[in-house]
Structure formats: structure tokens, C-alpha cells
């Protein structure tokens, strides 16, 4: 069992919904990433939270420290947000960070 | 600030060839990830290396593979003799410190892509 599980695997949405990708981690973590990959690009680093709530633009991520479980939300959604959506943790021991197997979202014009 | 260099970004090499993928952290940042990501699945810790120290190698195959941050310079990872199953995306990534630290900020580079034929 991976120790960050997210859902869903693949999403479609039309352009202009509202969406939401969660991602649960079974270990201690002294933080948790939100990381965006284009198709054959980089990976570019959304958010790192620790705790509550941050918001940059349309993008909202959350995190419930206690429920291990992270959203990802996005707000009117466009095309250019078709991507591979990346959850990460960072451990409170050791110095690896594990990834979930992402979440490949398509925006329909 | 550049931010992760790495390249080559492609590199294509036939079975039995070496590889060698270079990474320059961000300025400021001494510590590098090595991770990859095979066609479809996510991505894979390989190593974890601060200058002239590997730390953690567990997710690295035991044979072929190796990784280096030296003194001066680049990390790279090489992959010697290789085989069609090197093929993936190779990431780097670097931080200005330890998760313990609370510094583990995570700055990826672009990748590179390795295909072997």
C-alpha cells in the first residue's frame, strides 16, 4: 500500500466547474505538497502546507492535519489547467518525500 | 536564480551504452533528490544526496546505478549498461534542508528524459 493515496486517478471536467482532487497519507508528515505536471513538462510546485488553508489565484488547497487527508480545489476551471495534479509528503522523520501516482486532469472547452 | 538545472533534457542511448544526468541545485539549496517516473506511474525516490554524501540510496536498483554530489559541480546519475527499462523520466529535485528542519521546500527540475533503443 503506498503511503499517499489519491483520487481520483483521471478526471474531466467541463470548462468553468468547479473541482476537487483529495489525496490521504498514512504516515507522520511535516508537510504536504501540491505539484503540477504538464504533459511532457516539469514539475512545478503548487503549495506546501502544514496546516488549515492556502489560496494563490483560482487554486485552493486545504489540509486536515488529523484526518490525514488534503483537497485540492479548483475554481472555474480552463483548459490550460488539463494536468497531472501531484500529491506529496514530506516525512517528520527522515528526509524522503513520497508521492501519490497523481491525478490527470482534462478541462473540456 | 535558474532555479533546478538538469540536463540533458533528452538523451537517447542503445542498450549496453552508460548514461550520465546532471543536476545543479537551486543557489542556496545543498541538498538533491534523484526520483523517476516510468511511462504511466508516478514518481519513485531513487536517492537522496547532500555535497559529497549520499544519505539515503534505498530506492536505488542495486546494480548500474549510481549518484554522486560532488564538492564542486553538478549531481549526476549514472546508469551504466543500459537496458530498455532505464527509459523514464529522471527527476531531479533539491531543498535548502531537512524535513526536520522545516526547510524542505521541494524545487523540481525540468527532468530528462532517457530512452534507450
Known amino acids: 500500500k503506498n503511503e499517499v493515496e489519491q483520487s481520483p486517478q483521471n478526471l474531466t471536467a467541463q470548462e468553468g466547474e468547479f473541482i476537487t482532487i483529495n489525496c490521504s497519507y498514512s504516515v507522520g508528515i511535516s508537510a504536504l505538497h501540491w505539484l503540477q505536471q504538464h504533459p511532457g513538462g516539469g514539475i512545478v510546485s503548487l503549495f506546501m502546507l502544514s496546516s488549515g488553508k492556502k489560496k494563490h489565484g483560482r487554486l485552493i488547497a486545504t489540509i486536515n492535519i488529523q484526518e490525514k487527508h488534503s483537497s485540492l480545489h479548483i475554481t472555474a476551471s480552463h483548459p490550460r489547467d488539463s494536468a497531472v495534479y501531484i500529491c506529496a509528503v514530506s516525512r517528520n522523520t527522515g528526509n524522503q518525500f513520497y508521492f501519490g501516482t497523481g491525478t490527470s486532469l482534462t478541462v473540456i472547452p | 536564480n535558474a532555479g533546478v538545472m538538469q540536463n540533458p533534457r533528452h538523451l537517447v542511448r542503445r542498450r549496453g551504452q552508460e548514461a550520465r544526468l546532471r543536476c545543479s541545485p537551486m543557489k542556496g539549496h545543498s541538498h538533491v533528490y534523484w526520483y523517476r517516473q516510468l511511462p504511466e506511474e508516478g514518481l519513485k525516490f531513487m536517492v537522496y544526496?547532500?555535497?559529497?554524501?549520499?544519505?539515503?540510496e534505498s530506492g536505488m536498483p542495486k546494480e548500474r546505478f549510481s549518484a554522486e554530489f560532488p564538492k564542486e559541480g553538478p549531481s549526476i546519475l549514472r546508469i551504466q549498461q543500459v537496458v530498455r527499462g532505464d527509459s523514464a523520466a529522471y527527476f531531479c529535485?533539491?531543498?535548502?534542508?531537512?524535513?526536520?528542519?522545516?526547510?524542505?521546500?521541494?524545487?523540481f527540475g525540468a527532468g530528462s528524459r532517457l530512452t534507450v533503443l
Open positions: 544526496l547532500q555535497k559529497e554524501n549520499i544519505i539515503d
Open positions: 529535485a533539491s531543498s535548502p534542508g531537512t524535513a526536520r528542519s522545516g526547510a524542505n521546500v521541494l524545487t
